[in-house]
């Protein structure tokens, strides 16, 4: 009888989650495009799901919509197998994909009555255009709106069966500062209501600014997990000095300070401090040898360094 194999240790199924996921595997004839992920979504947060392309963020997020099935392992969403139970999962959830389109000669109003005769329901269509802020566009047809009116409807369309979980798929891509910070507002009145929204977005201010909870795959493992706060102080970048067109001989003069790593960068330099402790010697530094320059910029690790040291790739490139 051959010897038993070894199993990984993986924490039991979290029943209070939203969703929760072990040791999940979809493998292709010619790839594993998740392989053997484990993590949870509590309920009530924005969990915000990040990866480069062909990491299998994709793949998990059909995968947790029914729309395809695992190889292996377990998910459960609001307490259903999306192995068994895709169609109830289906009728308990809202989703928001990311070129979200409807019927162009409908208003915001009658394309939101018309979703929720399709999910046999009730809808008070008014609330639902309050949540979003769109009231000023109510009888207003979908082919007059701009981008970011186009994608609250979705999201106001993806709340007709009234979920507790929403899927929101790039829901900011391709809208104007202003716009996307008007959807920013309308994810939010979502956590406010109690819902749970799993977002995937390229945008690393939406996630930091958004999430309660960020995963990150790469390859199709599950590369890290936690608040964007956590994240930031495990995986992020040193804390860097911005100088601002600086004088000829700045580079040369602050290579020699201890701790820091010094590069050009369009005419700027940034420099890596090995702690905030060394700024003090660094201004004054600056200040002995009379380096001129435009303007000192003090920068914090963000989401984006975090993404890039644990997969070697910008988000927005990669994506």
Request: glycine share 8%.
């Amino acid at each position: 009888m051959p010897p038993k194999q070894a199993v990984q240790d993986v924490p039991s199924l979290k029943s209070g989650a939203a969703i929760s996921v072990r040791s999940l595997v979809k493998r292709y004839p010619d790839v594993v495009a998740v392989d053997g992920i484990s993590f949870d979504v509590p309920k009530g947060q924005i969990f915000a799901f990040l990866g480069p392309n062909g990491a299998g963020k994709t793949t998990t997020v059909e995968i947790l919509e029914c729309l395809r099935k695992p190889t292996q392992g377990e998910a459960f969403v609001l307490g259903h197998d999306v192995r068994r139970e895709g169609r109830a999962i289906r009728k308990i959830i809202g989703v928001l994909p990311q070129e979200f389109n409807t019927y162009d000669r409908l208003t915001v109003k009658e394309n939101i009555l018309y979703f929720g005769r399709l999910y046999g329901k009730a809808v008070d269509a008014d609330s639902l255009i309050k949540t979003v802020g769109l009231e000023d566009k109510r009888n207003s047809l979908f082919m007059t709106l701009s981008g970011g009116q186009k994608q609250k409807l979705g999201v106001a369309i993806a709340l007709v069966n009234d979920p507790d979980l929403v899927f929101l798929d790039e829901p900011s891509s391709g809208l104007d500062p202003k716009a996307r910070r008007d959807i920013w507002e309308a994810i939010k009145s979502l956590r406010d209501r109690g819902k749970t929204v799993f977002l995937t977005t390229h945008y690393m201010e939406e996630a930091e600014v958004l999430a309660d909870r960020v995963g990150v795959i790469n390859k199709g493992k599950i590369v890290a997990m936690g608040s964007p706060d956590e994240l930031i102080r495990q995986h992020g970048a040193a804390t860097r000095l911005v100088v601002k067109s600086p004088s000829p001989n700045a580079k040369e003069v602050l290579c020699k300070v201890k701790e820091c790593t010094v590069r050009g960068q369009n005419g700027d330099l940034e420099i890596s401090l090995g702690s905030k402790s060394l700024l003090p010697d660094l201004i004054m530094t600056i200040e002995k040898n009379n380096i001129s320059y435009a303007e000192l910029l003090l920068k914090r690790s963000s989401l984006e360094d975090v993404f890039l040291n644990l997969t070697g790739e910008e988000l927005g490139r990669a994506d």
